[in-house]
């Protein structure tokens, strides 16, 4: 839906209100900063941009702003940030109602939507632009990440996508200003590899989430202890949090695949949500695994997750937890 709104505005079509609501600020971001650089040009800005933010506005305020006339433009445009903070927005329903058609009026409500069940929500489905986002899956992140960089005329290698992925998580904004800060140092090449990734944005090639799950996927425990001594010199590479929430995800992957018995490997990939690319990965893994070795897995998995956080445990180190884990789980 913010595609349709940012296509609409570069082909010159407005409506008086959007309302930006729900949970991935990514697409809100992209909206709000759309509208307040490139709908009018610089020397209309002047006079014709307002910016509000919800903790700060009070609503007879965004109301005055919103009713006034641009000055000698077609249009004006009205910001309001961070709008899940403004008491009684409610009250902007009178505008809302009745907007003017030479005003934008771009709200960003954060985090949060509108209840849809109060006469405010029907109102913004009635008269505005109303756009509610959702966070992506974990497993949706690879897609949406690879086709972020074929948008900006670029291509990744499979590993060097699920490294960035698999290091970041899942917060979208970060992941595009990596993109961005990598691409600009790419020069006349058009494709992204591993060292790439080691470079411009710091992850290690061969120390990171993805190779320690690939050493428990092939139960090769000098290569996870490796890597767990690895981390446990540079606690930021890859925090206990960040670890075992992976892992336990690649093992409940394991664990589907048990259950499906698929043979086909597109149908096997499908049902997990991974790329074809790396089901024979998951598949050699269930092999080394099998059903007993994966149950066992997941409990462990779950007991040290809990260790990690102080129950049933005190004093231990991370990277103690992480030795005594897999020492555990692949032995």
């Not at 009684?88 to 954060?110: F, G, R």
């Not at 992204?192 to 992850?203: K, N, P």
Request: charged fraction near 30%.
């Amino acid at each position: 839906m913010t595609e349709k709104i940012l296509s609409d505005w570069k082909n010159n079509r407005y409506r008086p209100v959007y309302w930006l609501e729900g949970e991935e600020d990514f697409y809100i971001n992209q909206v709000v900063d759309y509208a307040e650089h490139h709908l009018l040009s610089e020397a209309d800005k002047g006079f014709n941009l307002t910016v509000f933010y919800g903790r700060d506005a009070s609503w007879p305020e965004v109301l005055n702003a919103c009713r006034r006339y641009p000055v000698f433009a077609d249009r004006q445009v009205v910001l309001l940030k961070e709008a899940q903070h403004m008491r009684e927005i409610e009250k902007l329903e009178s505008y809302i109602d009745k907007p003017l058609s030479s005003t934008v009026l771009v709200v960003a409500y954060k985090e949060k939507k509108v209840d849809g069940r109060s006469k405010f929500a029907k109102l913004l489905k009635e008269k505005a632009e109303l756009v509610t986002t959702k966070r992506l899956w974990d497993s949706q992140l690879p897609e949406w990440t690879s086709e972020l960089i074929r948008a900006k005329g670029y291509t990744i290698a499979q590993k060097a996508l699920l490294l960035i992925v698999d290091h970041i998580g899942n917060d979208l904004n970060r992941i595009s200003n990596e993109i961005d800060k990598l691409l600009v140092n790419l020069q006349e090449r058009k494709n992204i590899a591993e060292d790439d990734v080691e470079r411009y944005i710091g992850i290690s090639k061969e120390y990171n989430v993805f190779e320690l799950q690939d050493a428990f996927g092939k139960r090769d425990l000098p290569k996870a202890i490796k890597i767990i001594q690895y981390f446990e010199s540079n606690p930021k590479a890859a925090p206990m949090q960040l670890v075992l929430p992976s892992l336990y995800s690649f093992f409940s992957k394991l664990f589907v695949l048990i259950g499906t018995a698929q043979s086909d490997e597109k149908a096997a990939a499908a049902a997990i949500g991974v790329s074809p690319f790396f089901i024979k990965d998951y598949l050699e893994a269930v092999k080394k695994w099998g059903f007993e070795g994966v149950e066992k897995a997941l409990l462990l998995l779950h007991e040290y997750n809990l260790r990690s956080i102080g129950i049933n445990d005190v004093g231990s180190t991370d990277a103690s937890l992480m030795k005594e884990l897999a020492v555990k789980m692949i032995l």
